[in-house]
């Protein structure tokens, strides 16, 4: 199993330009998450789904937005990019039946992303 | 709310020990431990469900007391490898998981 796949791995986007961060799971986990980490900071959730066609904002929404068409994937687009989004950004899923805090979240390698 | 670790940093030497502690404002259903190493991505250590149960993982433990809203990760004959910064996340039944802004520990030889 490959785990949790993320791209790209490092990415610099001027301001206002728009992207899609991508992520993957083979492990047929229903939960899957974004968050982002600022330099010394804990994570901040930014969104999350309990399945495909089923999305919910975290604490940091404004600026992004989400789909999950399938189990597998799901990618984070960012629009109209500001240095305020410059941060590593990690997916994670989990299996979850009983909510998102109540099993392990296995993390992705991270997006490092520069917006300049 | 987001949970609060103390302490913000420590350094040990190798073979010494090391409690961190993370405390919430709110009732906790779950409490969740991971350690990142430097420009790598969070790896989980042990969860800890509501029922005070102490969990071990080689010489890591943690004990969880949901009455005072507290976890603490015990740390014991610290080795180079357990450097890194250690997050706790904590969660309501059903509800997401909030992490703390995490304790980074550094083992020297």
């Known amino acids: 199993n490959a785990g949790v796949t993320q791209t790209p791995k490092f990415r610099i986007l001027k301001i206002g330009q728009s992207m899609t961060l991508q992520c993957a799971q083979d492990?047929?986990?229903?939960?899957m998450y974004w968050y982002r980490q600022d330099p010394g900071m804990g994570l901040k959730l930014i969104y999350y789904?309990?399945?495909?066609?089923?999305?919910d904002k975290g604490e940091v929404p404004n600026g992004y937005n989400v789909s999950r068409s399938t189990t597998e994937d799901f990618p984070l687009r960012l629009e109209l990019a500001a240095p305020s989004q410059t941060s590593v950004y990690f997916c994670?899923?989990?299996?979850?039946?009983?909510?998102?805090?109540?099993?392990?979240?296995?993390f992705g390698p991270g997006t490092r992303l520069t917006v300049l | 709310q987001q949970p609060v670790q103390s302490p913000q940093a420590v350094i040990l030497r190798e073979g010494e020990d090391a409690v961190i502690n993370c405390s919430s404002s709110?009732?906790?259903?779950?409490v969740h431990w991971y350690r990142q190493k430097h420009g790598e991505a969070p790896v989980f250590l042990m969860i800890?469900?509501?029922?005070?149960e102490q969990k071990g993982h080689e010489k890591i433990s943690a004990s969880f007391n949901e009455k005072k809203q507290q976890s603490s990760l015990y740390l014991t004959a610290s080795q180079l490898s357990y450097s890194g910064t250690y997050f706790c996340?904590?969660?309501?039944?059903?509800?997401?998981?909030?992490f703390g802004q995490g304790t980074e520990l550094s083992v020297k030889p």
């Open positions: 996340g904590t969660g309501n039944q059903g509800g997401k998981l909030i």
């Open positions: 994670a899923s989990s299996r979850t039946s009983g909510g998102p805090s109540t099993d392990t979240q296995y």
């Open positions: 709110k009732a906790l259903y779950s």
């Open positions: 492990m047929n986990h229903n939960y």
């Open positions: 800890l469900l509501k029922g005070g």
């Open positions: 789904s309990v399945g495909a066609g089923i999305t």
